[in-house]
């Protein structure tokens, strides 16, 4: 699907940089190929690495992909609300607290990346059976309107972000196997 980049007024503008780092072209296959390179970023991490921070307050391994699984979720369902012209106010999410209360430790690196395959999936899904003129409709989350269309884009983009930073600050365990 070819849908063009959100212009500024379609979210609030602390999502910019995620929407930035999404190169232009073909949005489905972009979140199509994040998925593989997430099963191969995250498939060179051994298990006994998984619990690994590269600082004492930072997130594990697990928790980071729990993160990112759970963000998507978010993410997917205001995508659904915006695109079906739900007008009911949505709040906003901590992602520490969301961390915090998941538990991510006590999962396999495995059963993590299955669950954020499976979101992935359920993403795509619903993308694909989105009418155009559902791109630019809106919801008000945390008090700021953002469109459909820029929800996906944020979608792509925060997982390109927290890849970029598992490959940088997590270099210690990637590609272990």
């Known amino acids: 699907m070819s849908l063009h980049k959100p212009d500024p007024a379609e979210h609030p503008g602390y999502f910019a940089a995620y929407i930035g780092l999404v190169p232009e ?68 999410f901590d992602e520490n607290d969301y961390v915090r209360g998941a538990d991510f430790e006590r999962q396999s690196l495995t059963s993590l990346l299955e669950g954020f395959v499976a979101v992935r999936r359920a993403t795509l899904s619903l993308i694909a059976s989105l009418p155009e003129q559902a791109w630019g ?19 792509a983009g925060h997982e390109l972000h927290h890849g970029r930073i598992l490959q940088e600050r997590y270099a210690a365990v990637v590609g272990k196997q």
């Open 25 to 92: 072209g073909d949005l489905t296959e972009l979140l199509d190929a994040q998925t593989e390179q997430v099963l191969r970023l995250y498939g060179s991490i051994r298990e006994e690495d998984a619990g690994y921070r590269y600082g004492p307050d930072k997130w594990s391994v697990k928790q980071l992909l729990g993160h990112v699984a759970d963000t998507e979720r978010v993410m997917s369902y205001r995508m659904l609300c915006a695109a079906r012209g739900d007008v009911s106010p949505l709040p906003g």
């Open 137 to 155: 409709r809106s919801a008000m989350v945390n008090g700021n309107a953002i469109t459909a269309r820029a929800l996906a884009y944020v979608l």
